[in-house]
């Protein structure tokens, strides 16, 4: 499973919601025994956009035009969507860097 990193809010009543949110999901993978992969925003959005600091609506922008959407998602559905679109470039990165063929259980596997 993929996630965002925590990242520093101003308003503290969302940031402990975000936290809550984050710990369901965690917890959710950890009972499904599934590996918790997390990523930092600006690493997410150089992923997708090619540019850390890229606004919200690049990345939605891009999200559309990787995955072949024929309109943009909604934001926060754009974000996740970024995570996941990290994470497989990320994992596939690996794959091709180690010499192994996919990935089993967490691990590169020949």
């Known amino acids: 499973m993929a ?3 925590v990242f520093v ?3 503290p009543d969302s940031a402990l919601k975000l936290g809550q949110a984050r710990g369901v999901a965690i917890v959710a ?3 499904h025994e599934l590996e918790v992969f997390e990523y930092a925003a600006r690493n997410i ?3 997708v956009v090619g ?3 890229a606004e919200k609506s690049q990345v939605q922008h891009m999200v559309m035009a ?3 959407l024929e309109q943009k998602p909604q934001v926060d559905a754009a974000d996740g969507l970024a995570v996941a679109l990290c994470h497989a ?3 596939s990165n690996l794959i091709k860097i180690s ?3 996919r990935v089993r259980r967490g691990r590169i596997v020949t």
Do not use: V
Request: no cysteine; hydrophobic share 30%.
């Open 3 to 5: 996630i965002e990193q």
């Open 9 to 11: 809010a101003k308003n």
């Open 29 to 31: 993978a950890a009972n």
């Open 45 to 47: 959005k150089q992923s």
């Open 51 to 53: 540019k850390g600091s």
């Open 66 to 68: 990787i995955l072949g």
């Open 89 to 91: 470039n990320t994992t």
């Open 99 to 101: 010499g192994g063929a």
